[in-house]
């Protein structure tokens, strides 16, 4: 039997590649266990929680406003009940001279009609309010003042004599 020999091309070609498969097999065992790529595996997984957390507070705060706002509902109506129960004993107790009419306690009033104390509505009143148009406002720094009166008045005190002392 003849030795296999190889020809010296066919070496360094896979020399080469096994080089090649070498170093790249290197890199890939090199980054997953260095220091950095650990810290950022480490990062990935806190940031994952952390959302997690955070949905996980998200659905606990919709789920406690949820709640809050049906037993805020369950609370209006039992008082609507305990309300209308007084007023039914109110009626019959009074024999229907008391003040309350049943028919505005359960709701047959018109949603559209406006109440008689809130129908005549105003702008409220600037601080002084001019009754014509020339007049200053209160907030006018001339307001108050007469220029007329007292410069007449000046004048009277400047004719008066003034008491003589004796």
Do not use: W
Request: glycine share 8%; net charge negative; charged share 30%.
């Amino acid at each position: 039997m003849e030795p296999a020999q190889y020809s010296l091309n066919i070496v360094i070609i896979v020399g080469v590649a096994l080089l090649l498969m070498g170093l790249g097999l290197g890199l890939v065992v090199g980054r997953r266990t260095s220091s950095a790529a650990r810290r950022q595996r480490e990062a990935e997984l806190k940031l994952d929680q952390l959302l997690q957390d955070k949905k996980a507070y998200e659905d606990e705060v919709v789920e406690h406003f949820s709640d809050t706002a049906k037993l805020l509902n369950s609370l209006t109506e039992r008082y609507r009940d305990v309300h209308n129960h007084l007023a039914k004993g109110a009626n019959t107790l009074c024999q229907g001279r008391g003040p309350v009419s049943l028919e505005l306690l359960d709701g047959h009033r018109d949603a559209s009609e406006i109440p008689a104390h809130l129908a005549d509505i105003r702008p409220p009143l600037d601080y002084a309010p001019k009754t014509s148009p020339g007049e200053k406002g209160m907030l006018n720094e001339e307001f108050g003042i007469d220029r007329k009166k007292s410069a007449s008045k000046a004048e009277t005190l400047e004719q008066k004599p003034g008491p003589e002392t004796e």
